[in-house]
């Protein structure tokens, strides 16, 4: 049963581009909501990261906004640079994590 | 500071031999531990997470097993590999219960292919 649903898989941006990643979840009890960024033969690694207190998160470029009556949350990467293009992987969880199936972010010099 | 270390990080076994998979955590005490799988192009299944000593919890059935023999050391085994176990295989901690922000911390993983 998958419980945290990602969208899109792949996601082609130009430089300088929004790139937005969008997840949904189910379980009602979950109370943390992380992102992670991943390269290439390496593992994730957290980027940002939102508790349900509050409806958006800004560190830099990156931005978490959290709707909890839709029980959905998304990843903006402002000004995307070539230097994001990685796989992006949204999670749920109370302790640990349930992963969506992740995004491939290419951005295009 | 805490680190984690995973090994080895590539390995090419032969269907229905056996595996072991080590992950260790350094800087930290009563860690939760956990396993997960990423096929090609997937996302990350959790296989086992871990509580304490011997306490292992399996979220999917399969040809794999975990054990925890000490406070921060996690072992991955299989005692015959199938085809289907190829895939990158990550070891992750978070804090104690209580401490934990919630937040994983991946190691580099091991990239297991069988042939």
Not at chain 1, 86 to 95: D, N, V
Not at chain 2, 70 to 98: H, M, N, T, V
Request: aromatic share 12%.
């Amino acid at each position: 049963q998958q419980q945290v649903k990602q969208s899109p898989q792949s996601l082609i941006v130009q430089k300088g581009g929004i790139s937005i990643i969008n997840c949904a979840y189910e379980n009602t009890a979950f109370d943390y909501f992380p992102w992670y960024q991943q390269f290439p033969g390496k593992g994730p690694a957290l980027l940002i990261a939102i508790r349900p207190d509050v409806s958006e998160k800004k560190e830099g470029r990156f931005t978490i906004s959290f709707n909890k009556s839709a029980k959905q949350f998304s990843l903006h990467i402002m000004d995307s640079q070539p230097g994001d293009s990685a796989t992006y992987f949204c999670a749920a969880s109370t302790e640990g994590g349930r992963f969506g199936a992740g995004t491939r972010l290419t951005v295009k010099p | 500071s805490q680190t984690i270390h995973q090994w080895p990080a590539t390995l090419v076994q032969p269907v229905g031999s056996p595996l072991s998979l080590e992950c260790t955590v350094e800087g930290t005490s009563n860690p939760n531990l956990y396993w997960y799988r990423q096929a090609a192009g997937r996302g990350l299944q959790l296989l086992f997470y871990s509580v304490g000593i011997g306490q292992i919890s399996s979220e999917v059935p399969q040809n794999l097993s975990a054990s925890r023999p000490q406070d921060r050391q996690f072992i991955l085994s299989s005692k015959k590999l199938l085809l289907s176990d190829s895939g990158f295989y990550l070891c992750a901690w978070s804090p104690e219960p209580g401490l934990n922000t919630g937040e994983l911390f991946f190691g580099e993983g091991s990239r297991l292919t069988v042939l």
